[in-house]
């Protein structure tokens, strides 16, 4: 089927309490890792493209990718989104060249400003069917050229108006996740029973908050992967070091998407997977020099890890033939 926007697969994901996922894609192995996974277990996906990416592989080459992946897995909605658009130029570049869904990221200006420039890719996008996700708070971390070092949570009582006034379909919120595999600092977390570091709960009470001014809107949580420590200990015993990697745990976001969620970003776990398993083969296999060796296996990883996500915590399994 054609690419498609984020209008019903939200619906679907908001009625039915779960999320869809929202994977970042940089090259080939990855297109092919996610999608191979959603076609297995019959999810839809939403595929995203941020600035960094676009530098780093080109516009049309990720374009071409996600056609190419849309023609080889015909029964799987896919839609391909901007991630953090800085500008309207941006936005509407994308637009022009394909996307379906595109994100303006007006969170560091002013309240008023970032309506302005929202509503303004708004309507641009929405005359050309694509749908717009805007973003109220700000999320501390660093995501390719996205970065803060100190974020602010949202701020429920501006929600509707912003939503209102702007027209957007979705809407990022910042209740305690962050960019990056580094998500919280050993200080801040506290020590289960099995000597695992917990992180600070997400706030629910804000997103409660948030979803009762607007009922049935889509909420989006963004630096949300869980940064799985067996990935974390793989790196480290095969050369890397991330010491204190540490991510937010999938329970929570388990039941964010059972709430007004209705898509959750993962880009920092499929980066550490595949980069585990890439080290783990160059360790054991010295002698090895062609890249199809070491990224089939990475390939396969990412798979998996994406299928873990679809069944276990964002819950869309077994809805990618129900939501159109
Ligand atoms: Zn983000």
Redesign the pocket.
């Known amino acids: 089927m054609p690419l498609v926007n984020t209008k019903k697969m939200f619906e679907h994901a908001y009625k039915n309490g779960y999320a869809v996922g929202a994977f970042n894609v940089n090259n080939m192995e990855i297109v092919q890792g996610i999608t191979e996974a959603c076609k297995e277990a019959n999810a839809p996906v939403i595929l995203q493209v941020?600035k960094g990416a676009r530098a780093y592989a080109n516009h049309t080459y990720l374009v071409k990718l996600v056609e190419a992946a849309a023609l080889e897995c015909p029964n799987v909605p896919i839609a391909l989104h901007l991630?953090?658009g800085p500008d309207f130029e941006t936005c509407k570049s994308c637009i022009d060249g394909g996307f379906t869904s595109v994100?303006i990221?007006g969170s560091a200006h002013s309240f008023k400003d970032n309506i302005e420039l929202t509503k303004k890719v708004v309507e641009y996008a929405h005359d050309r069917g694509v749908t717009v996700e805007g973003?109220l708070g700000t999320?501390a971390g660093i995501?390719d050229e996205?970065s803060h070092a100190e974020g602010s949570y949202t701020r429920p009582e501006e929600v509707e108006e912003f939503v209102t006034k702007t027209g957007v379909d979705s809407l990022?919120i910042a209740i305690g996740t962050s960019?990056g595999a580094y998500k919280f600092k050993p200080e801040q977390c506290t020590v289960n029973e099995n000597g695992i570091l917990v992180p600070p709960p997400l706030r629910f009470d804000i997103l409660e908050e948030v979803s009762k001014r607007l009922p049935n809107f889509p909420i989006v949580l963004?630096?949300s992967s869980s940064v799985p420590q067996e990935y974390v200990k793989m790196v480290n015993e095969f050369g890397g070091q991330m010491p204190n990697a540490i991510g937010v745990p999938e329970e929570q976001l388990r039941e964010a998407a059972k709430l007004a969620v209705c898509k959750i970003?993962i880009?920092s776990d499929i980066r550490l997977a595949m980069t585990a398993t890439v080290r783990k083969f160059m360790v054991e296999h010295p002698d090895k020099f062609d890249p199809r060796e070491y990224l089939k296996p990475a390939r396969a990883t990412i798979k998996d890890i994406v299928k873990h996500k679809l069944i276990n915590v964002l819950g869309c399994a077994g809805n990618g033939d129900k939501c159109l």
């Open positions: 941020s991630d953090h994100m990221d973003e999320l995501e996205v990022a960019h963004h630096g970003n880009d």
